[in-house]
């Protein structure tokens, strides 16, 4: 009867003084039940002997649940001092029972009341958490709130450094030391985290050992069980609780933001933990597509995302750094993340199973996974259901297949490729990809966004590469008036520049090319001056400069007057005198010299050979006369006209013009530089036409090209933080708050770094750019995740209208963040809203530490690392909070039905614009679009056929009246190649519309028969079949 009248006070206190209205909050009651009036009947009850059990432990559930809360007056010393004396004396007996109810109701909420002295009974505690999870039977010790009470003291030894502590045996007061205390807490904590049965319990543990490790390297302390706190979380990777892998995984990401300091402390262990993630994904991997569970593929994921998260933190040296028997950390990675989308053999999970088992000593551990894919453990039912989590191996969906863990393989590879060593990059954390588009410096595109009028430009054309990757290529004028040059960087190059866009499911990237000439040294032009320099021509000068003008006054002039030589002398070069024969003379020597050498005995080699046939003497005599006089005729034409000046305007000089070299070619055609790069990556080549295609251009294209542009590539989360002062129980007044306190601001600017919204170019969570829902925001991203804080004191709240306004952002966030600086517990209800379906509550205490209140819906599952009641100190708090926020969105969103992650969704979007908008055409056409985009009007693509013979005509119309049905239409942003109803024949010109050749047509035309030979894997047109 006493017991129940005791819980009729405390409902009927926790209920004075809240508001009715939600609207103002009333003031603090005069008039409180008197709850210490049964303390004494409790007190006295616990001296009755055993016979009456029952009774005590009901005596002692009602006193801690008496005493345990927030009181708004303080409790008589008397009734505290009896109060701890019976603690102490329940906690060190030897009956399991009384250690249990203890343990379960006073339990961390304990040492977070504003209890004097509460310090005292740390040792006590300790003892029973211990006690409790020694225990043999999981079912019925609070086993869950033993870890917690030990999760609680975590932060108690770096604060405090010391604390005075009842002795076991009596009342005696002793000094614990912060080494002392610290190693009795996490000494349990890893025991129950490698064996402890009960599967909450074990997640506690775990949590509560990623708090320690992001405390000891938060306050620097690093204590010497860093490394085994570490081996405890990766060992918990293989738990047969699923819950409990994953919420190591999440621990261990959560380790990242700490990397540099594990760095430092062990250079060894980030890259160990890399390993051992790899090894574990490795072994998860089934041999055959579609035997995992979807419980099986979240876990996968989550480890894949954990490991390149830690990889994106290393340094690149540590990544690529080997040894004589051990290849390179990233090689490990992408090994594992391409045995996740190709699947499995037998030998390759073996060898994966055994790689594993010699990271980790499995007899340290219990309840693991066994490598040939059994329990180590021969029944799973001590992870019982009562624990509230997976139990297991479940034998759900069975049948599902693997590509979510493929697919974000994919995902994570190309993010690996694109952003390892490469983030944050210049612009900061907030910029993931490329913000340009196609029209973006485009002179002939004079649009704010992207429409329609992008088709009819010239100097753009959009492909789409192996199903996977969609291309623009946009040709823009080179920005020669920029300092540098632009890309050019003062290189000698052409005046215009290749820009390629590239979208794909991790991204949106950008690219500029263009054509180097030239090394900065060699201006532009420069050949052409030289070459004038050379010939003497920069001042117009008249000779070549290769010729010397004391030469040509020094040639000897012609005459008739000949010195004979002698038969017996050889005709020398240096002693000819002008008008001699030499060769005449050589012939005549050799005769004399040599007589063998005649070809007739006694006549001479350089006798005339006599007149042909039916030629008279005097006809010879006359032509020779003539060829003389010719020759005479020039050599007085050239004294005369040899110093005549060169001339502009005639052409008619003694000297041949000179050859200068070709002046640099500007582009004529507006698509010229990208066809130049399109051929020479290789994609016209044959064996690209299955794998490189155009885009169909319309209205929906662009529609879907934007909706690619908006989706994130990266996690994204919106958080709300909500300020409650003291006194404040109600919505308006907590609205209200347009400032919090310092401890507050400080908790604030450790969540993120503080934007500005009008600016900032990443996520914001629905908040607008125009200063309606304030001017700044705490923002965190990585290269994977974004998160938002939507901040209750940010936000303009002066009106009805802002207040409504700043109502509905907090509102629509999942999870809400509540810094309570009030007497009283915040209830959920305050903040009416269909959303909020995770309360993280924090409260400041007097002793500087904090204590958080987890309040989640019912169907909410485990996550952390906070749990509910847990103790931290400002210096880890922000951190822990953030994520834990992140957590307990990402089981929030697990269980949406239908949800997709944003790679899914990325990868949806790509399927519908490869579906409905690739154009499979055939070469001819597909070779014009790449040579001109858009056609000039009235342009064709025409084959000239003269005397085209009666049968081929025909033959031809027949053909293209069958094929009629296959022919596309051409795009709106390309002129008519051609009548749409076939093939027409005008004044022996045939003008041709191009008719659609399926993908099918093209790989299979190599295997068909055909009486044209042409070239391996050509795309021929596939034949009609007759019935």
């Not at 504003?114 to 999981?138: C, K, M, R």
């Not at 119309?957 to 109803?981: I, K, M, W």
Request: with cysteine; glycine share 6%.
């Amino acid at each position: 009867m006493r017991h129940a009248l005791g819980h009729y006070d405390i409902s009927m206190r926790d209920n004075l003084g809240v508001t009715v209205d939600n609207m103002n909050s009333p003031s603090p009651p005069e008039l409180l039940p008197p709850i210490h009036l049964y303390a004494p009947w409790l007190f006295e009850c616990l001296t009755l002997s055993n016979k009456y059990k029952r009774g005590k432990l009901l005596a002692y559930q009602l006193m801690c649940q008496m005493v345990v809360q927030r009181h708004p007056v303080s409790l008589p010393s008397e009734l505290v001092s009896q109060f701890y004396l019976a603690l102490h004396q329940g906690l060190t007996s030897n009956d399991q029972d009384i250690i249990n109810v203890l343990v379960r109701n006073a339990g961390a909420r304990f040492f977070s009341m504003p209890l004097l002295g509460s310090t005292l009974l740390v040792g006590n505690f300790i003892h029973a958490a211990s006690a409790v999870l020694s225990a043999v039977d999981i079912t019925e010790t609070p086993r869950t709130e033993a870890v917690s009470v030990l999760g609680a003291l975590l932060c108690f030894p770096n604060h405090l450094q010391e604390v005075q502590v009842l002795q076991h045996a009596d009342l005696a007061v002793k000094c614990l030391h912060l080494n002392e205390f610290k190693e009795q807490v996490i000494n349990t904590l890893l025991r129950t985290g490698k064996k402890e049965p009960a599967g909450l319990a074990r997640c506690v543990a775990v949590s509560t050992i990623g708090i320690f490790l992001y405390e000891e390297l938060s306050h620097g302390t690093l204590h010497p069980k860093l490394n085994e706190a570490v081996t405890v979380l990766l060992g918990a990777l293989r738990c047969v609780n699923r819950m409990v892998s994953k919420l190591a995984s999440d621990m261990l990401c959560m380790l990242c933001d700490h990397s540099d300091k594990l760095l430092s402390y062990d250079p060894a262990l980030p890259k160990r933990i890399i390993e051992v993630i790899a090894a574990t994904v490795s072994t998860l991997i089934p041999v055959s597509k579609g035997t995992n569970s979807e419980e099986e593929k979240k876990l996968i994921m989550s480890m894949m995302f954990c490991m390149a998260e830690w990889c994106l933190r290393m340094p690149i040296h540590l990544l690529l750094e080997t040894t004589d028997t051990d290849k390179g950390c990233v090689y490990k990675v992408f090994e594992v993340l391409n045995t996740a989308v190709r699947g499995h053999t037998q030998e390759s999970l073996l060898q994966a199973r055994q790689l594993l088992a010699g990271m980790i000593q499995d007899s340290d551990f219990e309840y693991l996974r066994d490598m040939s894919g059994f329990l180590r453990k021969a029944s799973t039912d001590s992870l019982s259901s009562q624990t509230g989590v997976y139990s297991g191996e479940q034998n759900q969906d069975k049948n599902a297949s693997m590509e979510p863990v493929e697919l974000a393989a994919r995902t994570l590879i190309g993010h690996l490729v694109n952003h390892l060593c490469h983030f944050p990059m210049g612009a900061g954390a907030a910029r993931l990809n490329s913000n340009i588009q196609e029209h973006h410096d485009n002179e002939q595109c004079e649009i704010d966004d992207l429409k329609q009028e992008i088709f009819f430009a010239s100097n753009i054309q959009f492909f789409v590469l192996n199903q996977k990757t969609l291309i623009s290529f946009i040709e823009l004028p080179a920005q020669l008036d920029v300092p540098g040059g632009g890309v050019t960087a003062g290189l000698t190059t052409a005046r215009s520049v290749g820009r390629v866009l590239l979208r794909d499911l991790t991204g949106k990237y950008t690219w500029e090319s263009s054509v180097l000439y030239a090394p900065p040294w060699c201006q532009q032009g420069s050949s052409t001056h030289n070459a004038k320099v050379l010939l003497d021509l920069l001042n117009d000068g008249s000779l070549e400069p290769l010729i010397i003008q004391e030469d040509l006054e020094s040639l000897p002039l012609p005459t008739s007057t000949t010195v004979e030589r002698l038969v017996n002398e050889i005709p020398h070069y240096s002693s000819t005198s002008a008008g001699q024969d030499n060769l005449n003379d050589m012939l005549r020597y050799i005769g004399c010299a040599s007589p063998e050498c005649l070809l007739i005995p006694g006549v001479a080699l350089n006798l005339e050979a006599p007149a042909p046939e039916g030629f008279s003497e005097d006809a010879e005599a006359n032509m020779t006369q003539m060829v003389i006089k010719q020759k005479e005729a020039e050599l007085n034409f050239y004294n005369q006209h040899k110093r005549d000046t060169r001339r502009k305007e005639t052409l008619i000089h003694m000297l041949a013009k000179s050859q200068m070299p070709t002046e640099i070619q500007d582009p004529v055609s507006p698509f010229q530089i990208c066809r130049m790069l399109v051929d020479q990556l290789g994609l016209l080549a044959w064996e690209k036409r299955c794998h490189f295609d155009l885009l169909k251009k319309s209205d929906k294209l662009l529609r879907e090209m934007k909706h690619l542009d908006n989706q994130k590539c990266r996690e994204t989360h919106k958080f709300a933080v909500i300020y409650v002062a003291e006194g404040q129980e109600d919505k308006n007044s907590i609205l209200s708050n347009s400032g919090g306190s310092k401890a507050f601001e400080e908790f604030v600017s450790g969540l993120g770094w503080e934007i500005e919204l009008e600016t900032h170019q990443g996520f914001i969570g629905g908040l607008q750019q125009n200063r309606t829902t304030g001017d700044t925001a705490p923002y965190y991203a990585t290269s994977l995740c974004e998160c938002i804080f939507h901040v209750s004191t940010r936000m303009p709240s002066g009106t009805d209208d802002a207040r409504h306004i700043k109502m509905r952002h907090l509102g629509n966030d999942e999870v809400h963040i509540v810094w309570s600086e009030h007497s009283r517990d915040y209830r959920r209800g305050i903040i009416p809203t269909e959303f909020g379906d995770v309360l993280i509550i924090i409260y400041p205490l007097s002793n500087g530490l904090y204590r958080v209140q987890i309040n989640k819906k019912p169907e909410i599952p485990f996550f952390g690392p906070i749990f509910d009641g847990a103790i931290l100190d400002r210096k880890v708090l922000p951190g822990l909070v953030r994520a834990t926020a992140i957590n307990a969105s990402r089981v929030k969103r697990s269980l949406i039905p239908f949800y997709h992650s944003f790679y899914e969704e990325r990868a949806k979007s790509f399927n519908m614009v490869i579906q409905h908008h690739i154009d499979l055409t055939m070469f001819e056409d597909f070779s014009a679009s790449v040579f001109s985009p858009v056609l000039p009007p009235n342009s064709t693509i025409s084959d000239q056929s003269l005397d085209l013979p009666p049968s081929a005509s025909s033959n031809s119309l027949e053909l293209t009246q069958q094929a009629g049905p296959e022919q596309v239409s051409p795009p709106s942003g390309r002129q008519s190649r051609g009548s749409d109803s076939g093939t027409i024949f005008e004044n022996n010109m045939i003008t041709r519309t191009a008719r659609r050749l399926s993908l099918k047509g093209r790989k299979s035309s190599s295997s068909k028969s055909s009486s044209v030979t042409t070239p391996p894997e050509s795309p021929n047109m596939p034949k009609n079949k007759k019935n």
